[in-house]
Nanobody, 119 residues
Framework: QVQVVESGGGLVQPGGSLRLSCAAS????????MGWYRQAPGKERELVAV???????YYADSVKGRFTISRDSANYTAYLQMNSLKPEDSAVYYC?????????????WGQGTQVAGSS
């Protein structure tokens, strides 16, 4: 079994910054990718950023130039540096860890961490 734990959310003013962390642990042979998703009230969960095993990154258009995903592969940890935060960035942020298994891959999710904007 694999456990995924996010941390680092909080209350932030527009224009501020936050750094989210995601730590995966457990029965991990290798990680195919780690990514961040978010879900705002009344909206569907959306992909924010993802980094593949080889280091390739993808960002949603809405966060390009403001968010940066990074990782510490040795410790199965991923980070999301969020700068120039906007009110529309408020959501619950979830970490997805895609783990290689014999028959393909399995996705594991954390419990989410809240990012809320303050006026």
């Amino acid at each position: 079994q694999v456990q995924v734990v996010e941390s680092g959310g909080g209350l932030v003013q527009p224009g501020g910054s936050l750094r989210l962390s995601c730590a995966a642990s457990g029965s991990i042979f290798s990680i195919r990718s780690m990514g961040w998703y978010r879900q705002a009230p009344g909206k569907e969960r959306e992909l924010v950023a993802v980094m593949s095993r080889g280091g390739t990154t993808y960002y949603a258009d809405s966060v390009k130039g403001r968010f940066t995903i990074s990782r510490d592969s040795a410790n199965y940890t991923a980070y999301l540096q969020m700068n120039s935060l906007k009110p529309e960035d408020s959501a619950v942020y979830y970490c997805n860890t895609r783990v290689d298994v014999n028959y393909g891959y399995s996705d594991y999710w954390g419990q989410g961490t809240q990012v809320a904007g303050s006026s």
